[in-house]
C-alpha cells in the first residue's frame, strides 16, 4: 500500500515536472530548468496531488453531498498545494541557503515568497483536476506496473534527492 502511493509521488512528480517546462517555455519563451534534483521529477508536484487523491477517496466513501465534497476538495487542494509549496521551499533554504522561486516578484498577494494566492490557487486547480480526470486513468495503467518496479523507481528518486542534497550540505 505504501508502494502505491509513494509510486503516486513519483508519476506525479514527473507529471509536475513536465508541467514546469511548459509554463516556463510559455513565461520565458524558452525551455528553462531550475530544478534541482537529476532526474526528470518534481516531488513537490507529487506529494500535493497525493494528498488530494487521498482526501478524493475519503469525501467518496462519505455520506457529503456532492457539491459539499467538491468544495472541501477544493479546500483540501489549496492547502495541499500551499503546505507542500512552504515546506519545500523551506527544506530548500534550510539545506542550500538559496530559494528556489519567489512568488513575490511575478505576482500580487503573496505573503511569502513559497506562496501566493495566485499560483497556489492555480495549481490547487490542476491538482482538483488531476485528480477527477488524469487519475483514474493512472490508476489503471499502475496496475500494469510490477511492483520491483515501481519500488526501483522510488529508491532511485529517493536516492536523488538524497544525493542531490547531501553535496549541498557536506559543502
Known amino acids: 500500500m505504501l508502494v502505491r502511493w509513494l509510486f503516486y509521488v513519483v508519476v506525479y512528480g514527473f507529471l509536475g515536472y513536465l508541467l514546469e517546462r511548459i509554463i516556463d517555455l510559455v513565461y520565458y519563451g524558452r525551455l528553462f530548468d531550475a530544478s534541482y534534483l537529476f532526474l526528470p521529477v518534481q516531488p513537490m508536484?507529487?506529494?500535493?496531488?497525493?494528498?488530494?487523491?487521498?482526501?478524493?477517496?475519503?469525501?467518496?466513501?462519505?455520506?457529503?453531498?456532492?457539491?459539499?465534497?467538491?468544495?472541501?476538495?477544493?479546500?483540501?487542494?489549496?492547502?495541499?498545494?500551499?503546505?507542500?509549496?512552504?515546506?519545500?521551499?523551506?527544506?530548500?533554504?534550510?539545506l542550500t541557503g538559496k530559494n528556489l522561486w519567489d512568488y513575490r516578484h511575478a505576482f500580487p498577494f503573496c505573503p511569502?515568497?513559497?506562496?501566493?494566492?495566485?499560483?497556489?490557487?492555480?495549481?490547487a486547480l490542476l491538482a482538483l483536476f488531476t485528480v477527477r480526470f488524469i487519475h483514474p486513468h493512472v490508476l489503471f495503467l499502475t496496475t500494469y506496473v510490477a511492483d520491483w518496479m515501481k519500488i526501483a523507481l522510488i529508491a532511485l528518486v529517493l536516492?536523488?534527492?538524497?544525493?542531490?542534497?547531501?553535496?549541498?550540505?557536506l559543502l
Do not use: N, Q, W
Open 45 to 94: 508536484y507529487g506529494v500535493g496531488v497525493t494528498i488530494c487523491i487521498f482526501f478524493h477517496m475519503c469525501y467518496k466513501k462519505s455520506t457529503l453531498s456532492k457539491g459539499l465534497s467538491i468544495f472541501l476538495l477544493l479546500i483540501t487542494a489549496y492547502t495541499a498545494v500551499a503546505l507542500t509549496e512552504i515546506t519545500a521551499h523551506t527544506l530548500h533554504r534550510l
Open 159 to 169: 536516492a536523488d534527492i538524497f544525493f542531490s542534497y547531501s553535496g549541498v550540505v
Open 112 to 123: 511569502s515568497a513559497a506562496t501566493c494566492i495566485v499560483p497556489t490557487g492555480a495549481f
